[in-house]
């Protein structure tokens, strides 16, 4: 399962946005050259022909449907992972207990969303239920029947930091994501204060880019998700 992690974020959290923009052609964007140009930092102790033979089993198994082997899809890869580490429980998703550190270790880099809502989008498909529950909780807590008995019990917590205990980082994310012009100010402020201390590039394979040429084009991939979603032509208006 290890290579399988590594895998995923590879493909989800280490990858350029520039470079996902500029390859319209999915083959273009994931492919064994590029894989193996960008995995030798993620799988830092491979060799090159063990790198290739992640490449490999992706393209061969972690890159089709769990339980369709014909039906192809890179989103698959998050499938073969959430199927032996979630369950559903309550309509609400709950970590597998042994493999609570794997499912930490991952999460932390590509966030619990993403594995979730993929995980019930697959169970979904296969059982054709249309979900109207969304929300669980932004942390998954785990299958430990144990622990939650222990926990009913209650749990004493002295320590706080202010804004520090709920979801801050998302609910920033929605509000940017909804209104980014909004922040113009904002971002301008920022970079007036970040140039003293580092230099900023927006190069396409620069690591410190600014923060609002980032949340821009963080908008257009939402927004192009959402046109392929809805099946919607690319100039075509969008009303919402």
């Known amino acids: 399962m290890d290579n399988l992690r590594k895998s995923i974020r590879l493909l989800f959290a280490d990858y350029c946005s520039d470079f996902i923009l500029s390859e319209k052609d999915l083959n273009d964007y994931i492919n064994e050259q590029n894989f193996l140009e960008r995995g030798f930092r993620t799988f830092s102790n491979y060799s090159l022909d063990e790198i290739l033979n992640v490449y490999q089993k992706l393209d061969s198994d972690w890159f089709h449907d769990v339980h369709q082997e014909k039906n192809k899809n890179y989103f698959h890869v998050l499938n073969h992972f959430t199927a032996k580490v979630l369950v559903e429980q309550d309509l609400e998703p709950f970590v597998v207990y042994e493999h609570l550190l794997k499912w930490?270790?991952?999460?932390y880099y590509i966030g619990e969303d993403i594995l979730t809502t993929s995980f019930f989008a697959c169970l979904d498909n296969r059982s054709r239920r249309k979900r109207d529950f969304f929300a669980w909780r932004a942390t998954a807590f785990s299958d430990n029947k144990r622990l939650h008995q222990l926990l009913k019990k209650g749990l004493a917590e002295n320590h706080f930091h202010l804004k520090g205990s709920g979801p801050v980082?998302?609910?920033?994310w929605i509000n940017i994501m909804n209104h980014p012009t909004s922040f113009e100010k904002a971002f301008d402020d920022l970079k007036k204060e970040i140039s003293l201390l580092t230099k900023?590039?927006?190069?396409?394979?620069s690591s410190k880019k600014e923060l609002k040429i980032l949340v821009y084009k963080a908008v257009y991939i939402r927004y192009e998700l959402f046109r392929l979603i809805n099946k919607i032509k690319e100039g075509e208006k969008v009303y919402y």
Request: no cysteine; proline share 0%; net charge negative.
């Open 200 to 205: 900023t590039s927006n190069a396409s394979q």
């Open 104 to 107: 930490r270790e991952l999460s």
């Open 169 to 172: 980082f998302d609910l920033s």
